[in-house]
Each structure stands twice: as structure tokens, then as C-alpha cells.
């Protein structure tokens, strides 16, 4: 009799994991199968997007748009080396630094130049906002609907 009500009460402990016994039944089942519940909403936000490059220099009076794609977390340096790769018009040439990290020094045959007091400055446009990147292309990683600009001016002082 004593191994009935055992047996009947771990029967009854064990309804919620095999989907019986109840309206709760299904949630109480994601956990353990991981269905629903947030990771699966974020899950749907990863994989690549598309993005623009535009490389504008006053000086020749050129402004080049690029569309390519990038992944989600990547960072800009990434998505410039795929852009190459897919489309050899774009190119760009860089120093590594063992501080800042990647220093973009040409973009499609134009360098930068101390002597000149030239260099190519990076923004990042959202909307009708454009700004100066705070970090290098090592570091800077864009989001969806980003135009990132690489810039030929001159050299203007900052800290
Ligand atoms: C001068 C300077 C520049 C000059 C460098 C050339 C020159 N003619 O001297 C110019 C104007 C070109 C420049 C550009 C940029 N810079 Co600057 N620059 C400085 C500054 C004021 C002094 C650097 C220096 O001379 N150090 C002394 C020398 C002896 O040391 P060094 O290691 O040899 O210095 C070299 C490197 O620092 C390199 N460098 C300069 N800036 C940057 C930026 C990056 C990302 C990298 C990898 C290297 C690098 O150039 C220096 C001279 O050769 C520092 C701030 C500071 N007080 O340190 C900011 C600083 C290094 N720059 C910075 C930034 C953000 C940029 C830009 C990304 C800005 C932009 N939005 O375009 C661009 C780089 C774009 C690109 N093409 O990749 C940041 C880096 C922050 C970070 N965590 O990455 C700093 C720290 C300023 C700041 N407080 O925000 N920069």
C-alpha cells in the first residue's frame, strides 16, 4: 500500500515535465525544452544587416556611396575588409598601433599626410545626425541603419 502512494505521488510530481495535468503545462515545460521567453525574441534580431560606406573628399570634389552588409557586434574594421572583398573599388590601406588600435592612413589611393595636415576623419550618420567617431575602425562597431563616412580633410586639433 505504502509503495502505491509513493509511486502515485512521484507520478503526480512529474505531470508539469511531461506536458500533463493542467493549464500551466506548457510553461512550465519551456524552461527545460527552451522555447519562448527572450532569448528567442533577441535571437531574431542577430544576423547580418546592410549598411552604407561613403568616402567623400572635398578636395576632388568625389562623394562614393557603398552598400554592403555587416554582422551584428562586428566591428568596422570587419565590415571595411568585407566590402573589399566583395566590391574592388573600395580600398583602404592602415597602421596598426599597439595603443588606439587601427589607424585608417589611405582610402582608394589617397593618403593621409602630416606634412599636408591631411587625414581621413570618420563619422557615423543616424538619421539626419552625422558625428566624429570617439574610437578607430578597430574599435567602432555600427548598427543597423548606420551610413559610416570616411572623410579627406585637413587636420583640425583635438584631444
Ligand atoms: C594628433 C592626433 C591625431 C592626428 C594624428 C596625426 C598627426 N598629424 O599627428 C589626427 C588628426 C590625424 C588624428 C585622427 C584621429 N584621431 Co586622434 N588624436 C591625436 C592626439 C590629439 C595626439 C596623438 C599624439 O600625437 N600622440 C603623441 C605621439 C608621440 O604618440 P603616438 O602614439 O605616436 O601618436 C600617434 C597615434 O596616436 C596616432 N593616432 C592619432 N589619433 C588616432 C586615432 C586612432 C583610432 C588610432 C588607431 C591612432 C591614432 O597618430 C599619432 C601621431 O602619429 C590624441 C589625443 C592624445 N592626447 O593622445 C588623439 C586620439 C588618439 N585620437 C582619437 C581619435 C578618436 C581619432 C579619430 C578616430 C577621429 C575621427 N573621428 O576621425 C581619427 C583617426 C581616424 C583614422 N583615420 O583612423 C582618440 C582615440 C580614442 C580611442 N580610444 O580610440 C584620441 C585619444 C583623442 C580622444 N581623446 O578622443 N588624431
Excluded at 493549464?23 to 525574441?41: I, T
Excluded at 549598411?51 to 570634389?61: D, G, I, L, S
Aim: negative net charge; contains cysteine.
Amino acid at each position: 500500500m505504502a509503495l502505491t502512494v509513493i509511486s502515485f505521488l512521484c507520478f503526480a510530481a512529474l505531470l508539469p515535465f511531461l506536458g500533463l495535468g493542467g493549464p500551466d503545462d506548457c510553461s512550465a515545460l519551456l524552461p527545460f525544452l527552451r522555447l519562448g521567453g527572450p532569448d528567442d525574441c533577441s535571437a531574431g534580431n542577430q544576423g547580418p544587416f546592410s549598411m552604407e560606406v561613403t568616402v567623400t573628399n572635398k578636395f576632388a570634389k568625389t562623394n562614393i556611396t557603398y552598400s554592403t552588409t555587416a554582422e551584428v557586434g562586428m566591428p568596422m574594421f570587419g565590415v571595411l575588409n568585407h566590402l573589399h572583398k566583395t566590391n574592388n573599388s573600395f580600398n583602404y590601406t592602415y597602421i596598426i598601433y599597439d595603443t588606439y588600435g587601427i589607424f585608417v592612413n589611405g582610402v582608394n589611393g589617397v593618403n593621409g599626410s602630416t606634412e599636408n595636415n591631411t587625414y581621413w576623419q570618420l563619422l557615423s550618420q543616424k538619421g539626419s545626425t552625422i558625428k566624429p567617431l570617439s574610437v578607430g575602425i578597430s574599435c567602432h562597431i555600427p548598427k543597423k541603419d548606420e551610413i559610416f563616412i570616411m572623410n579627406f580633410t585637413t587636420s583640425s586639433c583635438h584631444i
